[in-house]
């Protein structure tokens, strides 16, 4: 396993607490989990520790943004960090008015600015090491934009154009990036959803993946193939014509 350290944000649940566990039991030494909800990270760690692997129990909201760096520096400095994945994130609210700043805060303040607190943190240490994995957990919805749902194409589409600059800037240096874009996948962000959710993975699914393929260190990791070809080739298609394309799919 390429890993000794890693920081997984959003361990708590869903994909980041199916990624840790299945880390732990490919090898990574010393797994760091953050969330907010202290017992479920506890959780969690209990499940590492009976793989007889470290883990470190870190309750941050990263939209703490200087908390969160400071922390994940400290973390850097003790456990000297190779892998960090940027993958806590919050849905929009549903039977909200989309475009109001009450509404588009928390998602832009999570994943975006927590994201890139956390992806950014531990840069220093890893660039004088010439050694590290910086991930972002992005989304299908970045490709282009859908009715309703600027709170979470937003930030995802800044998470990618976070991850394009870090990974141009970071060339020859050591330290590789690769974005993680999903479709739908069977978490509490989903559980309360009355839209379709077609191609829907597990959890379980992404954890194993990604637990693969990630040691190689691709610019990209697209899962599910099919319906990331299809919001790829929608995203591609000229504004107009994406547009029509938006409304007659989603109906809105
Ligand atoms: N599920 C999908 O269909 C889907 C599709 C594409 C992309 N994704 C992305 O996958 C990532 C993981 O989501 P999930 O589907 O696994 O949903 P989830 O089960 O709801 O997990 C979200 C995780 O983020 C943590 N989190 C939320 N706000 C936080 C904050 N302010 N500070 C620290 N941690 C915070 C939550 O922990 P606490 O509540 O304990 O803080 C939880 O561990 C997200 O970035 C999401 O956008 C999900």
């Not at 994943?111 to 992005?138: D, F, K, Q, W, Y």
């Not at 839209?195 to 990209?220: F, G």
């Amino acid at each position: 396993m390429r890993y000794r350290a890693a920081v997984i944000t959003g361990a708590s649940s869903g994909i980041g607490r199916s990624l840790a566990v299945r880390l732990a039991e490919r090898g990574v030494a010393s797994l760091v989990l953050v969330a907010r909800r202290r017992e479920l990270l506890e959780e969690v760690a209990r499940e590492i520790r009976a793989h007889e692997r470290r883990a470190y129990v870190e309750c941050l909201d990263v939209a703490d943004t200087e908390r969160t760096v400071e922390r994940l520096r400290a973390l850097d400095r003790e456990l000297g960090l190779d892998l960090v994945v940027a993958n806590a994130g919050v849905g929009a609210a549903a039977g909200v008015d989309p475009l109001a700043w009450e509404t588009l805060r928390g998602p832009l303040h999570v994943n975006l600015c927590g994201a890139a607190a956390t992806l950014s943190a531990a840069l220093p240490g890893m660039l004088e090491r010439r050694r590290g994995h910086l991930v972002g957990i992005g989304s299908l919805s970045a490709f282009g934009a859908l009715p309703g749902s600027a709170a979470y194409c937003t930030p995802k589409a800044g998470l990618s154009m976070l991850l394009d600059c870090m990974r141009l800037d970071l060339q020859g240096t050591g330290v590789d990036v690769t974005h993680v874009r999903l479709g739908f996948v069977r978490t509490e962000m989903v559980a309360r959803s009355t839209h379709p959710l077609p191609q829907l993975l597990e959890p379980e699914q992404v954890a194993d993946e990604l637990s693969e393929r990630l040691p190689a260190a691709p610019r990209e990791i697209v899962l599910p193939r099919a319906l990331g070809a299809l919001t790829r080739a929608y995203g591609a298609l000229p504004g107009r014509l994406r547009d029509l394309a938006a409304r007659a799919v989603t109906g809105l």
